[in-house]
Structures are given as structure tokens and as C-alpha cells.
Nanobody, 121 residues
Framework: QVQLVESGGRLVQAGGSLRLSCAAS????????MGWFRQAPGKERDFVAAISRSGGSTDYADSVKGRFTISRDNAKNTVYLQMNSLKPEDTAVYYC??????????????WGQGTQVTVSS
């Protein structure tokens, strides 16, 4: 079992930056690949980024490539999503997720409760 808790979401102006954090419980964090997804109102949940167990490999959706950076600190059981040059279309609830498989843009084994990011124009 892995429990995930996201934080860091808030209202930010377009062009601004934000860093999301996802803290994981348990001693097996380093055995999971981690991902970030987002869901805007009335839309399906979309893949944003993923990182391998060691952090040595990453994968990004085209819509965020060059603007967002995923990273992890296995000593702190935490995965991060640094978001720069934010756009109003980045507004969504952001979820972190854990899975044994990397890369994966699909279903993950464990999910957090989400954190709201709102980008104003």
C-alpha cells in the first residue's frame, strides 16, 4: 500500500511558476515509478509527466514539455512537479500516482486526492 498526498496547488497568474509536491507513505517509495496527471472541469484526466524509480528517466506530455519538470527525492519519499510559464489552460486538479511500470501514461496503482491549480489570465 502506498498513500499519496499532494500539496502546493493555488491560484497563480499566467506566466508564473508553481511547484507541486507529493509525499508518499511507506518504505517502498523508491520501488515505484511516479506520475502526475491533471483533470480540468468537464474533461478527462490527462497524463502530464512521469519519472522512473531512480529518477534517471522522465516522460512528458507534449503540452507541458519544456515548461514542466518532474523530479523525485527518494530519501524524502517525495515527487515534485515544477511548473513554469503557466497558462490558463493548465488550470486543473493535479494528481500524483504510483505504479510499478515505467513509462506509463495509463492506469496507475495508487492515486492521491489531488490539488487544485488555477491559472488566471
Amino acid at each position: 500500500q502506498v498513500q499519496l498526498v499532494e500539496s502546493g496547488g493555488r491560484l497563480v497568474q499566467a506566466g508564473g511558476s508553481l511547484r507541486l509536491s507529493c509525499a508518499a507513505s511507506g518504505r517502498t517509495f523508491s520501488t515505484y515509478a511516479m506520475g502526475w496527471f491533471r483533470q480540468a472541469p468537464g474533461k478527462e484526466r490527462d497524463f502530464v509527466a512521469a519519472i522512473s524509480r531512480s529518477g534517471g528517466s522522465t516522460d512528458y506530455a507534449d503540452s507541458v514539455k519544456g515548461r514542466f519538470t518532474i523530479s523525485r527525492d527518494n530519501a524524502k519519499n517525495t515527487v515534485y512537479l515544477q511548473m513554469n510559464s503557466l497558462k490558463p489552460e493548465d488550470t486543473a486538479v493535479y494528481y500524483c500516482a504510483a505504479d510499478r511500470i515505467f513509462p506509463s501514461r495509463g492506469e496507475y496503482d495508487y492515486w492521491g486526492q489531488g490539488t487544485q491549480v488555477t491559472v488566471s489570465s
